[in-house]
């Protein structure tokens, strides 16, 4: 079977760092992906780890253990335009995107 | 470049009614997907397509059908309409190449069946 978790909902205020976790038991894994969706739209790309280690692209790092199916996205300098969802996805093959449920982000003053 | 476009946005369906979903990609991917989400969840995979004339089920397939006749457009058609099919559907589309992993999403369409 598949398995993604996610916390539902995280808050936090503008100017601090967020971080936040992902696991995952999934048949197949060929990356995991981390997409932003705000309220009312589209998902969009934010990273994509194949390997173990952490990536930075500006603002915004993503986290991948393998041995341990965990992956963490950290958000720094939170602005009020991060309120949104984040996405933990795992790439099964073909790109096949097995979902989490998202968490919710909340950004207050 | 429009990138990747659904039409309709919005559709109010009766049980047991058919309608399509369109889907099209101007990007020349090769890869295409339809997922739907329900209220509060993360996207479920209905079908995807590797390339024209080659499509396979992801992991809610039951009650849809697609084709992929050309490289550009992907309709997702659904007969005999459920409430269980009230969703937000969208489309998305990837380069095959090895280096391009992004997929790139439509704005979806919100389907409710009543």
């Known amino acids: 079977g598949q398995n993604i978790d996610q916390p539902t909902e995280m808050t936090a205020t503008e100017g601090a760092i967020v971080q936040i976790n992902c696991t995952y038991q999934t048949s197949g894994f060929n990356g995991l992906f981390w997409y932003q969706q705000h309220a009312g739209e589209a998902p969009t790309f934010l990273s994509y780890n194949v390997l173990d280690g952490l990536e930075e692209k500006g603002r915004f790092s993503s986290f991948l253990s393998r041995s341990k199916g965990y992956s963490y996205l950290l958000l720094k300098e939170l602005q009020m335009k991060d309120s949104a969802s984040y996405l933990c996805a795992v790439n099964t093959g073909f790109q096949k995107l097995v979902f989490g449920t998202g968490t919710r982000l909340l950004v207050s003053p | 470049n429009a990138g990747v476009t659904q039409t309709p946005k919005f559709r109010i369906l009766k049980i047991g009614q058919s309608m399509t979903l369109q889907c099209a990609q101007d990007m020349n991917h090769n890869y295409m997907y339809w997922y739907r989400q329900d209220p509060g969840m993360g996207l479920k995979l209905i079908y995807y397509s590797v390339g024209a004339g080659i499509t396979d089920k992801g992991e809610v397939p039951n009650g849809y059908n697609v084709s992929r006749s050309t490289t550009e457009d992907f309709p997702l058609r659904l007969e005999l309409a459920a409430p269980s099919q009230t969703s937000v559907y969208f489309c998305?589309?990837?380069?095959?190449?090895?280096?391009?992993?992004?997929?790139?999403f439509g704005p979806g369409t919100r389907l409710t069946v009543t």
């Open positions: 998305a589309s990837r380069s095959r190449d090895r280096d391009s992993y992004e997929q790139y």
